[in-house]
C-alpha cells in the first residue's frame, strides 16, 4: 500500500514519539505479558467480564516490575502527555464533582478506582509503543488466538447447553439469564473484531480480514444482544464510509460524536413524547431504556451546568418512585447512555472534558496508516454506539475493555511507524 494522499511529512506530533529505544523482541518479560494480556482478555470477555478488570491491572503491574528489575537497562514508558493531561482533568474533575453528589466518600472512591485504571491504560499503551515488530507480531498472533477462541465459545457455549460457563455459574444462574450471560461477551466481539480485523488485513488482505465481523455477525444472530448488533453494524457502516475519502472517517467520527452528547437529550424527550415506551414492536428492554432516558432528560434540566454529582446516577431512584403504568424503576442505576449519564451527573463542565478526550482520540486515530486508521475508526464508532445504548459508563470492566480496544488499536501499527506511512 502507498501512504495516503494528503498526508503531509512533519506532520507527526511530538506526543505521539516513542519513549526511548524499541524493546527487543527477545526479551521475553515483556513480550510474556503483552502475549499473555491480549489472548486472555477477549476470553476473559466472554467468561468473567469482571476479570479484564484485573488483567489490565496485573498486566501494568507486572510490566512495571519488569522494568524496575531491569533498571539501568531500559528506560520507563512515557505515557503521551496529552492524553494523560485530558484523562487527569477529566478524573480530576470526578472527583471535584463527588463533593454534591449523593455519596460523597463512595463517589471519591469511585473516582480513584477509575484513576488507577486510566493509570494502567497509559502506562500499558506508553509500553506498547516500545515493542518492535517481532514483538507486536506475536502479541497479535496471541491476539488473534484469544479472540477466536472466544467467538468459539459464543457459538458452542450455548448450542452445548454452557458446558464451560456452568462450570463457573451456579446452576440457578444459568437457568434465570440463560444467554443473557452472553451479552458481554458479544459486546467484546463487537468492538475488539475491528482491531483483529486490521492485523488479518495484514497478514491475508482484507476479503479475508472481514470475513471475522461477518462471523461475529452470525454468532449475534444467536445471542440476545441488540446493543451488541448496533455496534458491530456502526462500526461497519463507519468502515464503508472511512474508505470513501481520506477525511470521510474524522468526519463521521465527529458527527456521531457531537450528535451524541447534543442530540441524546432531544432524543430522549421525542421517543417518549411518540410513546414509544409504550410500542407492542419494541422488545421490553427498549421500551424500559426509553423511559430512563425522559426520567434522565428531566433531571438534566434542572441541574444542567454542574449536574447531580460523579456517581449519582445510581441513587436517582430515590427521587421517584416506579412508574405507576410499567412498575420499572425511572432508572436502573444508570441511564444505559453514556452523553446522558456524562450530562446528568457532571452537567456541561463535564460533557466539555468527555468531547475533549474523544478529539483527542480522534486525531490520534488520524496519524495511523490508512489500514488502521480505517479499522481503529471503526472500533472508536463501535464503542460509541454501544455506549449510548448500554452499560453505566463508570463501570470499571466497561472502561476495562475500552482501554484494551485501544490497545489492540496500537498493536496493529507498525513498530515506531510514523504518521503517514503504510
Not at 460457563?165 to 458481554?184: C, F, K, M, Q, V
Request: aromatic letters at 8%; one cysteine or more; glycine letters at 8%.
Amino acid at each position: 500500500m502507498t501512504s495516503d494522499a494528503g498526508t503531509q511529512a512533519g506532520s507527526a506530533d511530538p506526543d505521539l514519539e516513542f519513549s526511548g529505544a524499541p524493546v527487543a523482541a527477545t526479551d521475553r518479560c515483556w513480550g510474556l505479558i503483552f502475549r499473555a494480556f491480549f489472548f486472555l482478555a477477549p476470553v476473559f470477555g466472554v467468561l468473567a467480564p469482571p476479570g479484564i478488570v484485573p488483567l489490565l491491572l496485573a498486566a501494568a503491574a507486572l510490566l512495571a516490575a519488569a522494568v524496575w528489575r531491569a533498571r539501568g537497562k531500559t528506560s520507563w514508558p512515557l505515557p503521551d502527555r496529552r492524553l494523560s493531561a485530558t484523562l487527569g482533568g477529566l478524573t480530576v474533575y470526578c472527583a471535584l464533582a463527588s463533593i454534591w453528589g449523593f455519596d460523597p466518600p463512595g463517589a471519591f472512591l469511585l473516582a480513584g478506582r477509575i484513576a488507577v485504571l486510566f493509570a494502567a491504560g497509559l502506562f500499558l499503551h506508553a509500553a506498547l509503543r516500545r515493542l518492535d515488530q517481532r514483538a507486536r507480531t506475536q502479541a497479535g498472533n496471541w491476539f488473534l488466538a484469544g479472540l477466536g477462541l472466544a467467538l468459539a465459545l459464543l457459538y458452542l457455549e450455548p448450542a452445548l447447553g454452557f458446558p464451560v460457563l456452568g462450570l463457573l455459574r451456579a446452576p440457578e444462574t444459568l437457568d434465570r439469564y440463560g444467554l443473557n450471560l452472553l451479552s458481554r461477551g458479544a459486546v467484546m466481539a463487537a468492538i475488539l473484531c475491528w482491531p483483529a480485523c486490521a492485523l488479518l488485513w495484514r497478514r491475508t488482505g482484507a476479503l479475508t480480514a472481514l470475513c471475522l465481523p461477518a462471523a461475529v455477525l452470525a454468532a449475534l444472530a444467536f445471542l440476545s444482544s441488540q446493543s451488541a448488533g448496533f455496534g458491530l453494524l456502526a462500526g461497519a457502516a463507519t468502515l464503508a464510509l472511512a474508505a470513501s475519502h481520506r477525511r470521510a472517517g474524522r468526519i463521521v467520527l465527529i458527527a456521531a460524536t457531537l450528535g451524541a452528547m447534543l442530540i441524546s437529550p432531544l432524543a430522549g424527550h421525542k421517543f417518549y413524547e411518540a410513546q414509544l415506551q409504550d410500542a407492542g414492536w419494541l422488545p421490553l428492554s427498549a421500551k424500559h431504556r426509553i423511559e430512563i432516558w425522559h426520567f434522565t432528560v428531566q433531571r438534566i434540566a434542572e441541574k444542567p451546568v454542574l449536574g447531580w454529582g460523579f456517581d449519582a446516577a445510581r441513587h436517582m431512584n430515590e427521587l421517584a418512585a416506579k412508574e405507576e403504568a410499567s412498575g420499572r424503576n425511572p432508572i436502573a442505576l444508570h441511564p444505559h447512555n453514556a452523553p446522558l449519564q456524562i450530562l446528568m451527573e457532571l452537567g456541561i463542565m463535564g460533557a466539555i472534558l468527555a468531547l475533549a478526550l474523544a478529539w483527542l482520540l480522534i486525531q490520534r486515530l488520524e496519524t495511523l496508516p490508512r489500514r488502521d486508521r480505517l479499522l481503529g475508526q471503526a472500533t472508536y464508532m463501535a464503542g460509541l454506539a454501544i455506549s449510548t445504548t448500554a452499560f453505566g459508563f463508570w463501570q470499571n470492566q466497561w472502561l476495562a475493555l475500552l482501554m484494551t480496544a485501544a490497545l489492540a488499536v496500537a498493536l496493529t501499527a507498525s513498530a515506531r511507524a510514523r504518521p503517514g506511512s503504510n
